[in-house]
């Protein structure tokens, strides 16, 4: 008979010690799971991956465990791009720095991690794409502008006007506005001939500043990149991909232009060779 846990009776018997481990529970409605997963944590301290049905219930999910941990330790959701596919939308940039921030980190430190079942079956960036295109700026270091925007271009940050949202840059003369994927703020830096002389964070609505850091590194704007090495491998596989003339896309004349059109995020497989899960990105002794 197989034995089924409940709040009352969980164990260290009742979690899963192998990948090919099934354990069942039962009773778990509402808070119940979030309790249950809290237990889990303190049985075995390792990062655990949660499937939800939906993103609602992600969120839901979320907010209770976030209450239970206390913040003993970190409890992330791994959004879905709350887009439609082939619906001529991309994510709004908070959702890909959200996304990206958490690819990007050192899960060394207990993590639970919630994810949508239909968000877990697409896919991703390999990790060498995140690896590749992480900047690290600090004061007094010596900075190469003109390759610094090169840098900026191909991963997909955007010039503007005015640095308001994620993925937004802005250089005039000496001075970079820029917004790094990831980060709670943008910041403001200023050189002094080629050499990074102050660094601070800037309030996007005031646009003045708000405080001095000494160093800040970026991620990538997007998912994908925007190099002259991923545009080529973009077009290359539309070829394999697709008929008919490619002149007549927007999509692929946007792309050929060094542009993300919206919607692109749903192309991704076209810009790599291989692609990666979310699980490529996760501890292996994950639970």
Known sequence: MTREATLLNLTMNDVPVNPSDVRR?????????????????KLAP???????????SARR?????AFFSGGQYRVDVFPDYE????????PHQD????????????????TVIIVPATTLMFRLPPLAFLMGHNLKLQTGQRLDLEQLRKQLQASAYRTVDAVMEHGEVLVRGAMIDLFPMGASTP????????????IRSFDPETQLSTGRVEAISTLPAREFPLSAEGIRAFQNRW????GGNPRQCPIYQDVAMGLAPAGIEYYLPLFFETTATL???????LL
């Open 279 to 285: 699980l490529d990105y996760l501890p292996e002794d």
């Open 187 to 198: 910041y403001r830096i200023e050189l002094f001939d080629d050499d990074i002389e102050s």
């Open 83 to 90: 887009t439609l596919i082939y619906d001529g939308f991309s």
């Open 46 to 56: 390792r990062t655990i991956l949660v499937v939800a049905e939906s993103p609602q």
């Open 25 to 41: 529970w039962s009773g778990l409605t509402g808070p119940g799971l979030a309790l249950a997963i809290h237990e889990v944590i």
């Open 239 to 242: 070829h394999e991909q697709f």
């Open 61 to 65: 999910l979320h907010s209770e465990l």
């Open 95 to 110: 959702i890909l720095s959200d996304r990206l921030t958490l690819l990007g980190q050192d899960f060394h430190q207990q």
